[in-house]
């Protein structure tokens, strides 16, 4: 299964992918999350941030990054000196992979699979066909996989600005235009740290190399 057949050919905005995602059924995710959960931010954003998927909180509002984790990753963005308003934030996997369980069945998010992540490459695709932005942000490990490909390992590399690798098979699938790409920490990350003050600080460090770039 794939996204690829619910992608319209010719798109000529991101507002029309998010009205062709609402729609999509390229993997079995969909059957259980509330609604698709796009990309927003400004069509010609210079950074783009990508996560993992949406959360409990996304999947209900439909917006990416609206639950803990992005008002996380709201202040790490400010306080690295990024335009927050200027940036692209979307996720790697569109739709909420959880397991429900407890009292009032609490939604437990679960981690996309390698099938999943490919099955919506092709939405990730075309947004970056649209937005071809000077600095993409991969942030955590299932982000900088789908990427990067599935040997890229965030805690080998992280903080380090690199040209975008297009000879690789998966990554050559993202437009050559695309500039430069960093891995980081998903913010949620922050939030399960044992010191939570040194993870948001590693955080803020490697966004200000984003920053500086630009």
Same mark, same amino acid.
């Given at each position: 299964?794939?996204?690829?057949?619910?992608?319209?050919?010719?798109?000529?905005?991101?507002?029309d992918l998010?009205?062709?995602?609402?729609?999509?059924?390229?993997?079995h995710?969909?059957?259980?999350?509330t609604?698709?959960v796009?990309?927003?931010?400004?069509?010609h954003?210079?950074?783009?941030?990508?996560?993992?998927?949406?959360g409990?909180i996304e999947?209900?509002?439909?917006?990416?990054? &609206?639950?803990?984790? +992005?008002k996380?990753?709201?202040?790490?963005v /400010?306080?690295? #000196?990024?335009d927050r @308003?200027? !940036?692209?934030?979307t996720?790697?996997?569109k739709?909420?992979k959880?397991?429900?369980?407890?009292?009032g069945?609490?939604r437990?998010h679960?981690?996309?699979d390698?099938?999943?992540?490919?099955?919506c490459?092709p939405?990730? &695709?075309a947004?970056? +066909?649209?937005?071809r932005?000077?600095v993409? /942000?991969a942030? #955590?490990?299932?982000a @900088?996989? !789908?990427l990067?490909g599935?040997s890229?390992?965030?805690?080998?590399q992280?903080?380090?600005l690199?040209p975008?690798?297009?000879s690789?098979?998966?990554?050559?699938?993202?437009p050559s235009?695309?500039?430069?790409?960093l891995?980081?920490?998903h913010?949620?990350?922050?939030?399960?740290?044992?010191?939570?003050?040194?993870a948001?600080?590693?955080l803020?460090?490697?966004?200000?190399?984003?920053?500086?770039?630009?």
């Amino acid at each position: 299964m794939s996204a690829e057949e619910f992608v319209p050919a010719g798109a000529g905005s991101i507002d029309d992918l998010r009205a062709a995602a609402a729609k999509c059924q390229g993997c079995h995710l969909y059957e259980d999350a509330t609604q698709t959960v796009f990309g927003a931010g400004p069509p010609h954003a210079r950074v783009v941030l990508v996560g993992e998927q949406p959360g409990d909180i996304e999947d209900r509002r439909g917006a990416p990054f &609206v639950g803990p984790a +992005g008002k996380v990753l709201d202040r790490a963005v /400010v306080e690295a #000196g990024l335009d927050r @308003a200027g !940036a692209y934030v979307t996720n790697a996997v569109k739709h909420f992979k959880f397991r429900s369980t407890g009292p009032g069945r609490r939604r437990i998010h679960q981690t996309p699979d390698r099938a999943e992540i490919v099955a919506c490459r092709p939405w990730l &695709v075309a947004e970056f +066909g649209l937005l071809r932005p000077e600095v993409v /942000v991969a942030l #955590g490990a299932t982000a @900088a996989k !789908a990427l990067l490909g599935p040997s890229f390992r965030v805690t080998r590399q992280r903080g380090v600005l690199m040209p975008w690798p297009d000879s690789a098979a998966e990554p050559a699938d993202f437009p050559s235009s695309t500039g430069q790409i960093l891995a980081t920490i998903h913010p949620s990350a922050v939030l399960r740290a044992d010191d939570r003050d040194e993870a948001f600080a590693g955080l803020v460090t490697d966004l200000r190399v984003v920053a500086d770039a630009l």
